[in-house]
């Protein structure tokens, strides 16, 4: 049985489901989506370097943007000093945040220099992190770690101990160590482990690509909720499709028509809130979003090659549109399907035309 929910504290987080913090992917737009399609418990920012945030610099506290349709929504910071952490906890408290998150898996270089996962590597200097911001807030207190920094050194239990004791309140294991970065297989044992040495919830995080991974974590971690990363941004319905899979046993998966609503919706959010990387972010989000889309190949060339954001949305349009006709032509969609994909393709026909100007 999924857990319909998961407290953290007095924070009520239904159902237990997270969208994991992801640097540049997980904006305030990304989030909204993700919102928008439901069954999304709780969400995060990306990263936040805690050192900018206390600087006030002005593209660091841009990180920390949110709407207030975003609640519950926890911020994560990442950083080394922990009176530094501190004040910028403080700061992410006064400005609404639901719950304040400890980044404590980041494995790029840059960053294990002054936090990240290269705390995993000095327990003194993260007891004394956890010491700090435990007593500069009130809101519910969290960490996100990976299992150690590698796999001679896997500190997950030990840090997990100090944390509860210390006062945090939730823990998110991410089983690689930093030396693995993203490569090999999430090692959920060490979540079973986590779960088993503490009383505060653990969440559990790596490899759910699926309603079923979600079940068979719950079942060989006990683990008290899941977070999803990569598999949101390929399939942002993941979170609906977990909801009606563990009322009903099954679950839909998107049709054309909603990858082409939700593709179309999110890069025209980006275009109008004038975010300086737009195009960035759209060409990112095409790497992983096309792997779900037939033909999905000649959609990220098609995104790739373009020199502009309105150029982007003209490319997604023409690709739907193509899609949609071909379709039609071949007699391969019958019924009320091939209907919405005429309306689809005519709909996208029309802004490809407006944006060719
Ligand atoms: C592009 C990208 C950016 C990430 N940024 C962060 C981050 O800002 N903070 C963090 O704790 N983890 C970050 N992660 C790690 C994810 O939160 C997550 O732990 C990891 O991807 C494993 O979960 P998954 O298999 O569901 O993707 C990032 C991962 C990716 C792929």
């Keep these: 049985m999924f857990p319909a929910e998961l ?43 805690a050192e900018g945030v206390t600087r006030s610099a002005a593209k660091t506290l841009r990180y920390l943007y949110y709407d207030e349709d975003e609640h519950p929504i ?29 980044n404590l898996g980041c494995p790029a270089k840059k960053v294990v220099k002054c936090g990240g996962s290269g705390l995993l590597k000095d327990l003194q200097q993260l007891g004394r992190i956890f010491d700090a911001v435990r007593a500069a807030v009130k809101i519910p207190l969290t960490i996100k770690m990976r299992s150690g920094w590698d796999e001679a050194n896997i500190v997950a239990v030990e840090v997990a101990r100090m944390a509860e004791q210390s006062g945090v309140e939730g823990i ?19 979540i079973a482990r986590v779960k088993q040495a503490v009383k505060i919830p653990v969440i559990g995080n790596g490899d759910i690509r699926a309603p079923e991974d979600a079940e068979r974590m719950l079942a060989e971690t006990g683990c008290d909720a899941v977070m999803i990363g ?24 998107p049709s054309e028509a909603d990858r082409y609503r939700l593709l179309s919706g999110y890069f025209r959010s980006l275009i109008a ?12 989000f095409s790497c992983w979003f096309t792997h779900g889309v037939r033909n999905g190949g000649e959609l990220r060339h098609e995104v790739h090659s373009a020199r502009s954001p309105a150029e982007v949305l003209d490319r997604v349009d ?25 309306g689809l393709a005519s709909l996208a026909k029309k802004r490809a035309e407006h944006f060719r100007g």
């Design 172 to 190: 998110a294991v991410h089983p690689r160590t930093r030396m693995q970065g993203y490569s090999g297989q999430a090692d959920w044992t060490v």
């Design 273 to 284: 809130a004038e975010l300086p990387d737009a195009i960035g972010k759209m060409k990112q």
């Design 7 to 49: 407290k953290i504290r007095n924070l009520s987080i239904r159902p237990a489901t997270l969208l994991a913090p992801m640097a540049g992917v997980t904006d305030t737009i990304f989030r909204r989506v993700i919102r928008g399609l439901g069954g999304c418990g709780l969400i995060m920012t990306e990263f936040t370097s």
């Design 74 to 102: 926890a911020a994560q910071l990442f950083g080394a000093n922990p009176e530094v952490m501190a004040t910028a906890a403080a700061l992410v408290e006064d400005l609404g945040f639901d719950q304040v998150d400890i």
């Design 230 to 253: 990569r598999t949101a941004a390929t399939n942002p319905w993941i979170f609906r499709q977990m909801e009606q899979y563990f009322a009903t046993g099954h679950y839909d998966q």
């Design 318 to 342: 023409a690709f739907f549109a193509g899609a949609a006709e071909a379709r039609g032509a071949c007699g391969a969609c019958t019924g009320p399907g091939l209907r919405s994909l005429y």
